[in-house]
């Protein structure tokens, strides 16, 4: 089995920062993809940013320039670092990553989610 633990959510004013984290532990041999997605209130979940084995990096338009994914593999660990948040930045915010077992097959797991809230 595998855990993912994150942390870093709260209550922030527009115009501020929050940094994420999310820690994978568990029956790992390797981490291929990590990923942030979020769900905001009456919306459907959607992929924010992804940065792959090699460090390569995506991002949703609507967070080009704000938000920076980044990952630790020596501890298994992806941040997101968000930056002049706006109000429609509130939602849940869930890591996922891709990771290959030690029967060297790939899997996802999800986190539990984190709550981020842009509010004055």
């Known amino acids: 089995q595998v855990q993912l633990v994150e942390s870093g959510g709260g209550l922030v004013q527009p115009g501020g920062s929050l940094r994420l984290s999310c820690t994978a532990s568990?029956?790992?041999?390797?981490?291929?993809?990590m990923c942030w997605y979020r769900q905001a209130p009456g919306k459907g979940r959607e992929l924010v940013t992804t940065?792959?084995?090699?460090?390569?990096?995506s991002y949703i338009d609507s967070v080009k320039g704000r938000f920076t994914i980044s990952r630790d593999n020596a501890s298994n660990t992806v941040y997101l670092q968000m930056n002049s948040l706006k109000p429609e930045d509130t939602a849940v915010y869930f890591c996922?990553?891709?990771?290959?077992?030690?029967?060297?097959?790939?899997?996802?797991?999800w986190g539990p989610g984190t709550q981020v809230t842009v509010s004055s």
């Open positions: 568990g029956s790992i041999f390797s981490i291929d993809s």
């Open positions: 996922k990553v891709a990771f290959i077992n030690y029967l060297k097959r790939i899997q996802e797991s």
């Open positions: 940065i792959s084995r090699t460090g390569t990096t």
